[in-house]
């Protein structure tokens, strides 16, 4: 996949780092990001579905369900896996924050059908996260500490404030903004 194909809803557009940290060497952006994305899909029912990312913000706690997919590209069988639609799936019409509608596919149009089951009165918003940003942001698992370019370009792509992370000492606030902010497209408890 890579740069082209998705936008991360923490990061927008997935990349790799260099991390100098330990060095003293700069931190650098060294390529594309991942060929994962990991998706929280919102189902709604018809009648209840939001209309734009803000409206999604406030009514995902409506949804009938909640399901989260890993999707990826089998570089093997040169497939995405499951079989789907990619470019529908993981980057909505026009999307700019990795958050969407999915839209119902349409018969002499690009690509096939995607590859998930929406019910004929229900609609499905999908959140997209790269692999590193899900671990560290949303699912509280990562164990590495992350480079500060990455955190600067996720601080970027959320328009937060990065003036005082400076060091690994800062992080852990950072990280905390950014989790919480995060928390406003994760599946309501209940």
Excluded at 25 to 43: K, M, S
Excluded at 87 to 116: C, H, K, N, T, Y
Excluded at 120 to 146: H, I, K, M
Aim: proline share 7%; with cysteine; charged share 25%.
């Amino acid at each position: 996949m890579g740069v082209h194909d998705f936008r991360c809803s923490v990061c927008g557009e997935p990349g790799s780092y260099t991390c100098g940290e330990k060095t003293g060497a700069p931190c650098e952006q060294e390529g594309f990001g991942e060929d994962r994305a990991v998706l929280d899909l919102f189902f709604f029912a018809e009648k209840d579905a939001p209309e734009s990312v803000e409206a999604f913000e406030q009514a995902r706690g409506r949804a009938l369900r909640v399901e989260t997919k890993p999707f990826g590209y089998d570089w093997g069988d040169w497939e995405f896996e499951p079989s789907l639609n990619y470019r529908e799936v993981l980057m909505g019409l026009g999307d700019e924050v990795g958050v969407w509608a999915l839209q119902p596919f349409q018969e002499g149009g690009e690509g096939s059908p995607i590859s998930i089951e929406i019910p004929g009165n229900e609609q499905v918003w999908a959140v997209n996260y790269c692999p590193p940003c899900r671990a560290l942001f949303v699912d509280g698992e990562s164990t590495e500490e992350p480079c500060i370019e990455y955190l600067r370009t996720v601080a970027e792509n959320l328009r937060l404030d990065f003036k005082g992370v400076r060091s690994s000492a800062d992080k852990p606030g950072f990280i905390a903004a950014v989790r919480a902010q995060a928390a406003r497209r994760r599946p309501v408890p209940g």
